[in-house]
């Protein structure tokens, strides 16, 4: 067995510019593949709504969810490190509330960390939580559970006022105690920037190549949702497309009695 991946690893990584690879999972078998691939980062992310419960988005993804889907990664896992995200207002309301659910996310289901969406108007909470031991990567530009204040998903960081406050909530989460920052939807030139700017790594989703590490959704990268592409993501299989085949296949030999045969039964 390899050695298991811990906060304090990442930060030796990105000294060491090792890239770190990060990838989501939603219950034990995909956590055990990935697990087995080498993935460095498994997250729980609350885009198991959109990719796994049939919600819109990420915004309807509760507590309880987070740790059902936690608890079942985790039966999976052996080397990478586990990060839960805390949902939609799980952490808004005040930082004790905040402090609480990350503990639950850890404690109850097993996360060895949890991410947290925001800059500077959760900086504080973030200086709570990880001064109660509480290991917290950021996530910073397109955060989904402000899809509706953004006016939907868009590139964040393109103008100089935007960038800037990236740039500063960036080192804000830094200083709160946050050991990576994820960066989603901003321009590959701006988030080198930030990378180089902070001693923590950044992880990038369509922020370019220059970020320290790398994460997609299990399912984008996958393809299993054929009828979904996105720009910043990368297809490494059609599953989506061979699901839907085999079953047709497999219906069809049902109804045309070729399964099951004699080599079937007992």
């Keep these: 067995m390899k050695k298991k991946i811990t906060v304090p690893d990442l930060r030796q990584k990105k000294e060491n510019h090792e890239r770190i690879v990060m990838l989501t999972a939603y219950d034990t078998p ?13 997250l729980v992310g609350d885009s198991l709504g959109d990719n796994v419960l049939g919600y ?11 740790i059902h889907h936690t608890r079942a990664v985790k039966r999976g896992l052996r080397r990478a490190l586990l990060v839960a995200d805390m949902p939609f207002m799980s952490f808004q309301c005040s930082w004790e509330e905040a402090v609480r659910n990350a503990g639950r996310l850890i404690k109850d289901a097993g996360a060895e960390a949890v991410k947290i969406e925001g800059g500077a108007a959760i900086a504080e909470t973030v200086h709570r939580m990880t001064g109660f031991g509480i290991p917290v990567m950021g996530h910073l530009g397109l955060t989904p559970q402000s899809v509706n204040a953004f006016g939907g998903y868009r590139v964040q960081g393109k103008d100089a006022y935007s960038a800037e406050r990236i740039m500063q909530d960036a080192a804000l ?3 709160a105690g946050a050991f990576a920052v994820v960066l989603e939807l901003v321009p590959a030139e701006l988030a080198g920037k930030i990378s180089k700017s902070l001693s923590i790594p950044t992880i990038g ?3 370019g190549p220059l970020c320290d590490g790398q994460v997609l959704v299990y ?9 979904r592409s996105y720009r910043h993501v990368k297809r490494y299989a059609e599953l989506g497309v ?5 079953t047709e296949r497999y219906a069809s030999e ?3 009695g070729k399964f099951p045969t004699e080599e079937n039964g007992f």
């Excluded at 593949?33 to 980062?41: S, T």
């Excluded at 819109?56 to 987070?66: L, S, Y």
């Design 219 to 227: 399912h984008d990268m996958l393809g299993i949702n054929p009828d």
């Design 56 to 66: 819109e988005n990420t915004i309807p993804v509760t507590m309880e969810e987070m």
């Design 30 to 42: 995909s956590a055990r593949l990935v697990d087995e691939a080498g993935v460095d980062v498994v």
């Design 254 to 256: 049902v109804r045309e």
């Design 242 to 246: 061979e699901i839907r085949q085999a």
């Design 173 to 175: 989460l830094q200083e």
């Design 205 to 207: 989703i369509g922020s």
